[in-house]
């Protein structure tokens, strides 16, 4: 963690990041760019002054598991490995056109959903009010499938670890469409 330390810093909201997260981000072939783009944004705006910086961990198979399915994990995994974008088994799983299985998704996806999980254990350990993961928010993959650009429904995952300790989670959607692989109850 950088920025302030002490009781004062538990004020400021947590800002889940890290050069090596913001490259894996990056290079999401259907959304290029878009983490550097976002942290320059905080960087000219003076934004990291007000906040404070907590590096991400990289979820774990168990983790991801939680609410996703082995069998989706796994073939995520395989074709990630191979960057095999024609794995006969891909259609079912949603990868394709607006999900390609590229090589290293699974590392990306890991790292997503790591991100949110961290920024959830910093509101559980009551280190912060406010936690941030800006390049996180995919909210449309399901239990068993990629969909609407999300392979790991990271969402689903921080409520997941927020419910570990608190019995009632409000989750806004502010996006165009709602996220429809939020079956978790």
């Known amino acids: 963690m950088r920025g302030p330390t002490g009781p004062a810093s538990q004020q400021l909201p947590v800002y889940v990041h890290s050069p090596e997260y913001t490259k894996r981000c990056d290079a999401l072939c259907k ?84 991100a949110t999980i961290t920024a959830a254990q910093c509101l559980m350990d009551s280190k912060c009010k406010v936690a941030i993961n800006w390049p996180g928010g995919w909210h449309h993959a399901k239990k068993d499938e990629a969909s609407g650009f999300c392979y790991l429904n990271d969402a689903v995952l921080g409520i997941l670890q927020l419910r570990r300790k608190f019995d009632r989670i409000l989750y806004i959607d502010l996006d165009l469409h709602h996220g429809d692989g939020k079956d978790i109850v």
């Open 31 to 114: 959304v290029p760019k878009r983490a550097s783009m976002v942290h320059s944004l905080i960087e000219a705006y003076s934004l990291l002054n007000h906040m404070r910086i907590v590096t991400p961990k990289v979820a774990s198979m168990e983790e991801m598991a939680s609410f996703h399915t082995d069998s989706y994990l796994q073939h995520l995994q395989k074709v990630s490995e191979e960057g095999d974008d024609d794995h006969p088994e891909s259609m079912e799983y949603g990868l394709g056109y607006d999900c390609p299985a590229t090589e290293g998704i699974f590392d990306y996806a890991a790292a997503v959903g790591g």
